[in-house]
């Protein structure tokens, strides 16, 4: 899966043409807009009371890929010390597959501003046969990534009190990569 097209943003996901389903889908296939999925995500972070902005957005050759990401802000999450709030962000990424390459999959994580990501949940959106069941899926997964942002800080405090013994430092250094 290459993608080869930085979409400019919504102008570029509005003019791309109507679905088709792909060869060999069946007779209950329903391909997601992308701009129908990325209203959705909005509104869902509406109700939580956040902000999504910053699209960054990936399209396949043809417009059936979509990568996309958002960057997400709350009044209600936790303040974040100045050094921290300088160099990293939330964000919610989408993949939708219009083609059948890929399950539709959303990602919660943090970004930092060097445009490196570090996921913290994925969230498997799966196949869909009706708008309800993805609206469903989507409210749960924004549901969760908000309650995880919002006890960032307590989890934070929690990892400082753990100790790691010295002959598994070295393990969980090249693990993390």
Known sequence: MIYTKEA???????SLPPLKPPNGAGAYWQGVHHLELLNMLKQEAEKH???LD????????DGSNMVASYDLWSPNFPELNNEAASY???SLAVMNSNCRDFSMTMYGGVRLKSEAG????EYWLG?????????????????TFYHDCSNIRREI????????EA???WIILTSAG
């Open 8 to 14: 400019s943003g919504i102008k570029d996901i509005k």
């Open 49 to 51: 009371a956040c902000v």
């Open 54 to 61: 910053n699209l960054n957005c990936w399209l396949g050759q």
């Open 88 to 90: 990293l962000t939330f």
């Open 118 to 121: 570090l996921p913290m949940r």
């Open 127 to 143: 196949k869909h046969t009706n708008r309800e069941r993805l609206q469903k899926e989507i409210h749960l997964a924004v549901k």
């Open 157 to 164: 405090c929690n990892l400082k009190k753990t100790m790691v």
């Open 167 to 169: 002959e598994h430092v």
